[in-house]
């Protein structure tokens, strides 16, 4: 059981280039998210997805776009790549239940743009 | 919108003893949950511990433990007979019943051990 599994693991962008981060699971997760994390801190919400085809905004959406046609890919789309932008990203699922339900982590993506 | 504090950017301890790490929530919902993830230097984050909002009994798991105090919004993590192993950065994290079951994370508290 691969569990999430995030690719690239390491990637550096030119300002200005796109890329898209891919993500899987084999858990048949309903829930997928993506998070960033900036040197020292947590984690905040990029995009979420509580199943295929739905897909929402949380905290820092701009710069981003995701899709969700798959109830086990949720790529994470980046069209003008900026420093600002320069982050690990983290993949993540969980199934609808108990609010004790556990999210699930990918092993990060560490993306620099220069 | 739920914020997540943790007012201790770094800590340290001595192997064997015990630390304590800090962290406040704010919400104005009933019921929800908390958790702790550990995050080693390799970036998987690691679910350390889980508190569920009703229950008034602290979780425990081995050597960790939490001291929920649901009317002060506090969840505080205890760390007894430190290992190097513990050493990482360490996140709160809130969830709630809403659409996606999103977590909400603290900034994090980075914990050294020292042999």
């Known amino acids: 059981n691969a569990g999430v599994t995030q690719t690239p693991k390491f990637r550096i962008l030119k300002i200005g280039q796109s890329m898209t981060l891919q993500c899987t699971q084999d858990?048949?997760?309903?829930?997928m998210y993506w998070y960033r994390q900036d040197p020292g801190m947590g984690l905040k919400l990029i995009y979420y997805?509580?199943?295929?085809?739905?897909?929402d905004k949380g905290e820092v959406p701009n710069g981003y776009n995701v899709s969700r046609s798959t109830t086990e890919d949720f790529p994470l789309r980046l069209e003008l790549a900026a420093p600002s932008q320069t982050s690990v990203y983290f993949c993540?699922?969980?199934?609808?239940?108990?609010?004790?339900?556990?999210?699930?982590f990918g092993q990060g993506t560490r993306l620099t743009v220069v | 919108a739920q914020t997540v504090t943790q007012s201790q950017p770094e800590m340290s301890v001595q192997e064997a003893e015990t630390v304590t790490l800090s962290c406040t929530y704010d919400?104005?919902?009933?019921?929800?949950?908390l958790f702790w993830y550990k995050q080693p230097p390799s970036r998987q984050m690691i679910l350390v511990i889980r508190?569920?909002?009703?229950?008034?009994q602290n979780a425990t798991e081995n050597r960790f433990s939490v001291n929920f105090q649901k009317a002060a919004k506090s969840f505080s993590l205890k760390i007894s007979d430190s290992q190097l192993g513990d050493a990482a950065m360490y996140f709160c994290?809130?969830?709630?019943?809403?659409?996606?079951?999103?977590?909400?994370f603290g900034e994090g508290t980075q914990l050294t051990v020292n042999p």
């Open positions: 993540a699922s969980s199934t609808p239940g108990p609010l004790d339900t556990e999210a699930f």
């Open positions: 994290a809130y969830k709630e019943e809403t659409s996606g079951s999103r977590l909400t």
């Open positions: 919400t104005s919902e009933s019921d929800y949950y």
């Open positions: 858990m048949n997760h309903n829930y």
């Open positions: 508190q569920e909002a009703y229950k008034q």
């Open positions: 997805s509580v199943g295929a085809g739905i897909t």
